[in-house]
């Protein structure tokens, strides 16, 4: 999987989809978030179709990553979900496939279907998987409790966690434990939605390298072997979040940074899911 890439969520509109998918890839972007939930598969996949031929790319050159939505968790429905997602997208097959969420929409945080749902989902997703029809697969938001119950039965591992990650909420054991078991981090909110870009650290280190503190937080994770996909609507800043292999971060610099960590977390949270 790709260290880099260029996340969807909240981005809608035929227009807007094409014209910021046109920037990334322009600004070498080979790596496209979406989901299910996101509602914008559709127009993605419509943008992709015209942006191939216009910038000389194939289906092979991209990597698209899309996800089961909460409501879609059980074996039939997971199935069918994600060929509804191969349809939208018009992408023949998925790079990697996400359970969006350990539980299932409607039920109770606690409520212990939901373990039983998602391990159905991951029935589905290893047929996805040996059909061809997805390249790899993988969940988002679980757990190390999570991860250690679908270790327990799944024939075909997870290759990649996608989690809420940044200095502010450094998941330092997960990270190690994903090591371990060899299942690769993507980190989502690498900005915390914008918030992390005004932290005087954030700043001072940005300053000393003669970058943008979007691309000093980015760079962090990049450089722990985590994968991010900021998301924009700016072509700027769209430019910018790409620009990060042309420096490192010293010890002290990623020192600081980890030192950050206040557990502060800006998108939901599984703890609690049964
Ligand atoms: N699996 C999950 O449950 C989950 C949850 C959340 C997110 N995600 C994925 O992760 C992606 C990224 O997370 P996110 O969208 O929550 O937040 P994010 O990437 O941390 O931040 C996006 C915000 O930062 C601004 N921004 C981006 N680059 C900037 C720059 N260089 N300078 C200044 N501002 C900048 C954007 O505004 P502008 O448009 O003005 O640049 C936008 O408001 C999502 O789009 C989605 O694909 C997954």
Redesign the pocket.
């Known amino acids: 999987m790709l260290l880099f890439g260029l996340?969807?969520?909240?981005l809608t509109g035929g227009d807007l989809v094409h014209r910021v998918l046109e920037a990334a890839l322009a600004a070498n972007y080979r790596l496209i978030?979406?989901?299910s939930v996101y509602r914008n598969e559709t127009d993605i996949g419509t943008s992709l179709q015209k942006l191939y031929p216009q910038l000389n790319l194939n289906r092979s050159d991209i990597f698209i990553t899309t996800?089961l939505g909460p409501k879609d968790q059980g074996y039939d429905k997971a199935y069918r979900a994600c060929l509804k997602s191969i349809e939208k997208l018009q992408c023949e097959y998925l790079d990697l496939y996400l359970i969006?969420?350990p539980g299932r929409q409607k039920l109770k945080h606690d409520d212990e279907q939901n373990r039983s749902y998602r391990k159905e989902s991951w029935r589905a997703m290893e047929r996805l998987y040996k059909e061809g029809k997805v390249k790899s697969i993988g969940v988002?938001?679980y757990t190390i409790r999570h991860l250690e119950e679908l270790l327990s039965h799944a024939e075909i591992p997870p290759s990649v966690l996608?989690v809420?990650f940044h200095p502010y909420y450094r998941q330092q054991e997960l990270l190690d434990w994903c090591k371990e078991h060899n299942i690769r981090m993507q980190a989502?909110?690498?900005?915390?939605?914008?918030k992390l870009?005004l932290d005087p650290v954030v700043i001072q280190i940005a300053k000393k390298h003669g970058k943008?503190p979007?691309q000093v937080l980015l760079k962090w994770a990049v450089q722990q072997g985590i994968g991010v996909?900021?998301?924009?609507?700016?072509p700027e800043?769209i430019q910018?979040?790409s620009a990060i292999f042309d420096f490192e971060l010293c010890s002290q610099d990623m020192d600081m940074l980890n030192g950050l960590h206040s557990n502060t977390k800006y998108?939901?949270d599984p703890s609690d899911i049964a």
């Open positions: 996340g969807t969520h909240q978030d979406t989901a996800k969006h969420w988002s938001n996608q809420e989502y909110t690498s900005l915390g939605k914008g870009l943008k979007s996909i900021p998301k924009s609507t700016n800043h910018d979040n998108c939901w």
